[in-house]
């Protein structure tokens, strides 16, 4: 499909791509909202956006459909993916809804605004269109295009968007970043603190006692077989992230006990026998 | 001489403002200070009576403007005054009847911390008497109407401490507030056929206005002379009122507070004239009240209370007087004051007999008074012949008078009015020989009160008997100044008019029945009473005894009528404001309530339910913008 | 075929994101449900820019990608502060504004 001809007619080839990538496009969007893990849904919708990123260059916009894939794709959804590990990539959602009548509300408010929409679209008269050939070509291709219009026409809302990204910028640091108002304590600064409230001495304990837990997010086990929570990192304790194994633990002790129960009775018998 | 009428209300309302706002300091001249300004109210009358006398009849009337009270176009109020012979008459018997009772206040009273008031008060009453009478338009004379009402309740309820007298007050302001809405009714009916509520105005126009207007006005007016002057239906506060000091009884609710009503239709009497149907109500009113307060008179055991049921009777002859039109006025009022003068001596008689008998008024525990208190005992008697209508005193003439009227009036109507008034005439006869006989003769029957107090019977003060002694000086002769060569007619006509009634039988025969039933009276009651011993408690009677004994059940019909109906409305008005106009209020409340309730779900904070919210709207917008482009 | 096919796709698209913002409780997929919805106002634009034949409507959907940035700039931000403050990026938990 030339350049040229996507600028002002659609071909066989621009349908077919258009019915397959759609699918998929739709597909993509479906997932962003169903998935249950939010880093699915991110990558459900960069591929969305890909798609998207494609029809923008068949529909002639060059420029539009470049920056989609390097700015939206790359950037923003990079931005998404990496506040999706900040926050927890593994906690999933419940898809359980919660609010009575939400998800029916939701889904006829969205059906009706669909057919509201589709019928807008359908009522209008849009038979014929007129191609962005001429448009493109006036100045030399569509990314002069562009430009030209950006930095005549439109060159105010340009500097007002400037600032927006600017001031945007400056509120997400002034909203995530925290001055640090005292020097950071050393380790001996540390160790003398601890010695002096004589509150855990020596090193907080290790997590993960068993072998086949030696994870970090698993809590060592007191004598009695409840978990200590001293064990498990701070940040991990802060985020809830911490896995309880207390229950399994002490059922995997209880079998222990039984087996070897059983096994002393029987040897026990044996002796009783063999006498 | 006009100029002097303002003081003949002046005087006595000086009184009273200086008597009621001096304060203590005048405790001790106070009623001096009451008495001389009523007594110069009298003085004043008298020279203006002498002046008017100079005149020729049609040339007496008096007229005095003080000032435009409310100077509106179309709105005329003045505060003035019309002396005529009508109102001169008043004037004499209130100045001087009061002065009279004044003077015999300051013996009664004397032991009163209260006195000073007492005579403020009685200062009040003359002024607004005064008022009342000396008006020249309906306006003023209700503002002294509402000003006697005034007095009236001031003065009956002035031993407030007594639960008694306190209910009393409230008993007659109440059931004359009915009476004083009539009055009102009628002055407003005058205004809007009128234009106008003076006297002179309204009266010479009541040709201009149809008979259902007047015959309005007239009835409005009867009831306003109800209210007042204690008639039927609206008669049964004059029983309690006399609860009040005895010389407030003698004043207002004998000789002349009580006989506003009558001076009220004679002074409307064109209005009556040309209303028939109206006068028939008045005369009705009038026979009913007669035999009424006669029942009830032979009934009561109280002195005061009897003698109140005869008021009531009498002024029930004078209003039937006044309801036969020309032929009756002169005699209404001539009995209306021959009547003041016996009835208030009668009325301070008793107040003597009161006075000596530590305050007991059951007649029952009187009995051989005439040794004890011989010039109350004279005063009382003659006071007592002139009220039965005994042949030469004042009763008999104005009696007489009515009776002859009565069967003038012509037809069935008039035989039933004569037969009525005759048969009044005998009860009262009846009524007063007990008053008579059981107060003053028989056996002594007191006997030691509560505390171990035996009354001891003594001749009152110089200061009460003396009055007593005027007072029986005009019942005894008054009437026979008045009635011999008609004289009365001759000086009231040219107000009130006079057509001479002629009665179906010769005068001279009403006279000799008059008579006749009046010793018929006498001797029963001397048989009943003079004959055998008085026995101390009452005997049970009989079934009209014990009604009239409960004043005709008056109070249990109103109690039922009037008190039970008036409760259950206002209860179910109650329910209605609480069940209906509450429900409505609160079920307001409450369903605003209740769906801010429900509304107040819809903000549950989450922000997913705003967000349906908006999206829904925009769904409508989106569809309300597609229809509109596609209408 | 019909441009007007892409026009169909983006209110398809625009409706999905929509209902996923109303469903989903995790603000991050609230957030990308956002930008899917403002793609597909981008895609309308573009589609609309052929039918018109010029460059006005990509003009708008460049600046929309410009405001969509900023805007998840500063709604990232918030909602890793929110997570710091609350431990939970969940919008059902950030519902204080009830009595």
Redesign the interface.
Known sequence: MSAELAAYATSGGEAFQFWVLGTVAVAGALGTILMRRAVHSALCLAGTMIILAVFYLANGAYFLGIVQIVVYTGAIMMLFLFVVMLVGVTAADSLKETLKGQRWWAAACGLGFGILLAGGIGNASLTEFVGLGAANSAHGGNVEGLAALIFTKYVFAFEMTGALLITAAVGAMVLTHRERTERARTQRELAEQRVREGKHVPPLPAPGVYARHNAVDIPGLLPDGTPSELTVMQTLRKRGQVRDVSAEALADLKALEQRSEERLGRDRDEEEATR | MENLIALLVGAPLLGAAVLLCGGRRLDKVGHWVGTLLAAASFAIGLALFADMLGKSADDRALHQRLYTWIPVEGFQADIAFQLDQLSMTFVLLISGVGTLIHVYSIGYMEHDERRRRFFGYLNLFVAAMLLLVLADNYLLLYFGWEGVGLASYLLIGFWQHKPSAATAAKKAFLVNRVGDMGLSIAIMIMFTTFGTFTFGPVLAATGEASEGTLTAIGLMLLLAACGKSAQVPLQSWLGDAMEGPTPVSALIHAATMVTAGVYLIVRSADIFNAAPDAQTVVVVVGAVTLLFGAIVGCAKDDIKKALAGSTMSQIGYMILAAGLGPIGYVFAIMHLVTHGFFKAGLFLGAGSVMHGMNDEVDMRRYGGLRKYMPVTFVTFGLGYLAIIGFPGLSGFFSKDMIIEAAFAKGGTQGWILGSVTLLGAAITAYYMTRVMLMTFFGEKRWQADAEGHEPHPHESPKSMTIPMILLAFGSVFAGGIFGVGDRFVHWLEPVTGYAHGHPPISAAAVTSATVAVMVIGVGLAYLQYGRRPVPVVAPRGSLLTRAARRDLLQDDFNHAVFVRGGTHLTRSLVYVDHSLVDGVVNGTAASVGGLSGRL?KL???????Y??SM??G??VL??AT?LM??V | MNPVNYLYLAALLFTIGAAGVLIRRNAIVVFMCVELMLNACNLAFVAFSRMHGNLDGQIIAFFTMVVAAAEVVVGLAIIVSVFRARHSASVDDASLMKL
Do not use: D, E, K, M
């Not at chain 2, 903000?603 to 339910?609: D, E, F, I, K, L």
């Open positions: 107040r903000q549950n904070g989450y922000a997913r339910s967000a349906v999206f829904g925009t769904a989106i569809a597609l482009r596609a």
